[in-house]
């Protein structure tokens, strides 16, 4: 069973940066691909980002390319995820995720575990 504990997060104005962190326990923190998803209340879950164990490959939605970045802490069993010049549609609930499976992350199909989400305002 593998555990995930978010922290970050919170309200800023547009153009302002965060950084969510979400660090794992239960499992080799490298064995893990992970993910960081969004959702809007009443709306579909999106896909964010994702990296795979080794942190040598990374992936984006397009709307995260060039301005958020993820990375990995294996010492750390740690994931962030910054984000740069924020806009008021990057508002949204961010949920870290992790799975053996990179494909199952950016296929958002059957994802093994998931954190507790984190609230991300971004006032304009």
């Known amino acids: 069973q593998v555990r995930l504990v978010q922290s970050g997060g919170g309200l800023v104005q547009a153009g302002a940066s965060l950084t969510l962190s979400c660090t794992a326990s239960g499992r080799t923190f490298s064995d893990l691909s992970m993910g960081w998803f969004r959702r809007v209340p009443g709306k579909e879950r999106w896909f964010v980002s994702a990296?795979?164990?080794?942190?040598?490959?990374?992936y984006y939605a397009d709307f995260a390319k060039g301005r958020f970045t993820i990375s990995r802490d294996n010492a750390k069993n740690t994931v962030y995820l910054q984000m740069n010049s924020l806009k008021p549609e990057d508002t949204a609930v961010y949920y870290c995720?992790?799975?053996?499976?990179?494909?199952?992350?950016?296929?958002?199909?059957?994802?093994?575990?998931w954190g507790q989400g984190t609230q991300v305002t971004v006032s304009s």
């Open positions: 990296i795979s164990g080794s942190g040598d490959n990374t």
């Open positions: 995720a992790a799975d053996r499976l990179l494909d199952d992350l950016l296929g958002d199909y059957s994802i093994g575990w």
